[in-house]
């Protein structure tokens, strides 16, 4: 007779987030961040501590017994939500209230998972280069992932993610945005393409990559203000300087930072929306070329030159760009057309002055989202407390131990560097959602009056020594100065 089949292992239900996955031993969940352990449910990364004594971005893992001294010093050693766990379901005090004495105060540091539907990033992309018009669709993967948003002094920018990208559209739609998501917020580089525009590759902390080229500086300013800081470089160099930029080209002659000094009027003419004296506007299309116009050539943006306003054969020109990257100088010849010469040695010390003053071109990745139901359950049982106290900058909150800014205003809607925090602090589950670690610290006289779950308030000792609901596996991080 046959022997019977032997018993297929028995899935356990994890709770760690809607989903609610059956999970078979030593298997991980859909979120890869849960897995069967024994018949329990454990959390995959360990729980992370800042510790001042460790270099930053070194590490010590495991944290407990074997490697943990037992000194815990005020302000050297802080608990973050990362590898904490979640607090879903919302009836659930938060995994960590973990209580501290700093000077002499007893405070209460309250540390979760949260699990964010209602989140994204914004991301500022230092250069000049046209990205996409205002609005313009933003993708990733083909699917759409956000869109361009106001142009900021130097720096385009992108907001991405969002409900209604997460859940709102197509199942590829929400798997692509949270994808997206999950990588820059984990300083992943990710390639996102703008409808009607360019290619850029973004990465935290990096130099952005357009339409394949790498940036190298961000611009010291406008076409205008580049002419107010370096007018008095070029006097008694050179006839006229013509600052190329898309958004307010300079005009050295006719600017009031030319004309305080003495500079004399060349005739020259500009094409574009004249502002005011030595300030132009759309002398140009937005694009990859000079100061972030579409030209190549910086001769498009002139029109004749007007002799009985001061032009000459012999007047000498010089063209930059707003970083310095593009510079040329030309010569008017017999009938006033501007002719290529070479650049005088003279003249380019205050070219490289210009890109000496350009910061280098980067990528800031910023997390924002608004903190819901189930994170505020797991602090108190009374949520609009919680609230009022965070906006009453009586509760302190922070990503991943890293400083949050706080936006005015209802709710608890936060702001965050991703920078500011460990490696690889963010999560996602398959609602889709992004999570995020979050942590609220307060005094214990004030987390007591908001109705925290006092409870189940634990020593800094005693979390090292036993770890929480999902394990008792954690490392130590060196806190960023």
């Known amino acids: 007779m046959a022997e019977k089949a032997s018993a297929r292992p028995e899935k356990i239900r994890c709770d760690a987030c809607p989903v609610m996955c059956y999970i078979a031993e030593g298997k991980l969940g859909a979120c890869d961040r849960y897995a069967n352990e024994g018949g329990r449910i454990i959390r995959c990364d360990p729980l992370t501590v800042l510790d001042a004594r460790i270099e930053a971005g070194g590490e010590i893992r495991p944290f407990l017994r074997a ?51 209602y989140c994204g990033v914004k991301v500022k992309i230092d250069t000049d280069r046209h990205l996409g018009e205002e609005c313009a669709l933003v993708r990733a993967g ?54 009607g525009g360019a290619t850029v590759v973004v990465q ?40 190329v930029d898309d958004h307010i080209t300079g005009v050295v002659s006719e600017h009031q930072a030319g004309k305080v000094i003495g500079w004399p009027d060349t005739g020259i003419r500009i094409k574009g929306r004249r502002s005011t004296p030595g300030r132009y506007f759309q ?29 000459r054969p012999g007047l000498t020109m010089l063209m930059v760009s707003t970083t310095g990257e593009h510079s040329a100088y030309y010569v008017l010849d017999d009938d006033l057309v ?18 000496e003053n350009c910061e280098p071109a980067l990528c800031t990745v910023m997390f924002m989202g608004g903190a819901g139901g189930s994170l505020r359950s797991g602090v108190t049982r009374n949520p609009v407390h919680l609230t009022r106290s965070v906006q009453a900058r009586r509760t302190k909150v922070t990503v991943g131990g890293g400083e949050a800014y706080v936006w005015p205003g209802g709710g608890i809607t936060i702001m965050a560097d991703v920078l500011g925090l460990p490696g690889n602090a963010f999560g996602s589950v398959p609602t889709p959602a992004l999570v995020a670690p979050l942590e609220f610290t307060t005094s214990r006289e004030e987390f007591r009056a908001l109705g925290g779950h006092d409870a189940s308030v634990r020593s800094v000792d005693d979390v090292l020594e036993s770890g929480g609901e999902y394990g008792s596996s954690a490392r130590a991080v060196g806190r960023k100065p």
């Open 338 to 355: 501007p002719q290529p010469a070479e650049m005088p040695q003279e003249l380019l010390p205050s070219v490289e002055l210009i890109a």
């Open 283 to 311: 002398v140009a299309e937005p694009g990859l070329g000079w100061g972030g116009t579409n030209i190549n050539d910086p001769l498009e943006i002139l029109n004749p030159w007007l002799e009985k306003k001061g032009a």
């Open 67 to 117: 490697d943990w001294d037992g000194r815990i010093g005020a302000g050297d050693l802080d608990i973050t939500a990362i590898g904490a766990g979640t607090t879903y379901p919302d009836y659930k005090p938060a995994p960590f209230i973990v209580s501290r004495e700093v000077d002499g105060a007893d405070f209460v540091t309250v540390v979760t998972e949260a699990i964010f539907s």
């Open 204 to 243: 935290a902390g990096q130099p952005p990559i357009v339409d394949g080229v790498p940036e190298a500086r961000m611009r010291v300013g406008c076409g205008s203000a580049t002419i107010g800081m370096f007018a008095s470089q070029w006097k008694g160099l050179v006839d006229e300087v013509v600052v």
């Open 142 to 195: 083909g699917e759409v992932v956000g869109h361009m948003t106001t142009s900021e002094y130097g720096s385009q920018m992108m907001s991405l993610g969002g409900v209604d990208h997460l859940t709102g559209g197509s199942k590829p739609e929400g798997r692509a945005t949270c994808d997206a998501l999950l990588r820059l917020c984990n300083r992943e580089a990710v390639e996102l393409s703008v409808d």
